[in-house]
């Protein structure tokens, strides 16, 4: 199964270096029958793309408890046993999978990555986001500006250049 694990730059490092995403478990985002049935007009490209988008938001959030990281998104996507993932979602996340099991390098097909000119408005959602999770419209807004830019995309073997 297709997961799309949220991360920051400081953790591609740590995954990176460790050659494994983990340890378990971990919250990751998937295309799952909760997101199929929320979106059900939807094709597959356009469920995984939900997925990211929701890993995404995932990623803005440790970016907005770690203030003095490099503000930018990270996803990681990654293929998994479909033993190992465990449907979470919710109305409000139905794409929420919990991974039982650290996830080996080999695994990791891309990472999506924001492009620097992202930084000031991925900055400033994350700065944001206790706010809007308290009710504040205007900081939903800002939260949801970063969204968008659109996430680039990494081959594995590109991804230590970001490092």
């Known amino acids: 199964m297709r997961v799309y694990l949220p991360s920051t730059l400081a953790d591609l490092a740590r995954v990176h270096r460790d050659r494994e995403a983990g340890p378990a478990p971990m919250i990751g985002y998937a295309v799952t029958p909760a997101l199929r049935e929320w979106y059900s007009a939807a094709d597959i490209e ?3 793309y939900a997925a990211m988008t929701a890993a995404a938001r995932a990623s803005l959030r440790l970016l907005s408890v770690d203030p003095e990281g490099a503000p930018r ?3 990681l996507a990654a293929e998994v046993p479909d ?8 109305e409000d996340e139905p794409a929420r999978v919990e991974i039982t099991a650290a996830v080996p ?3 990791i097909a891309s990472g999506h990555v924001d492009d620097a000119e992202a930084e000031a408005d991925v900055r400033a959602a994350a700065r944001a986001v206790p706010a809007a999770d308290a009710g504040d419209d205007d900081a939903s807004f800002t939260v949801d500006g970063a969204e968008g830019h659109e996430l680039l995309w990494y081959a594995t073997q590109e991804l230590r250049d970001l490092l």
């Open 46 to 48: 356009e469920l995984e």
């Open 73 to 75: 998104r990270v996803v």
């Open 83 to 90: 033993a190992s993932v465990r449907p979470l979602g919710d």
């Open 105 to 107: 390098w080999k695994k």
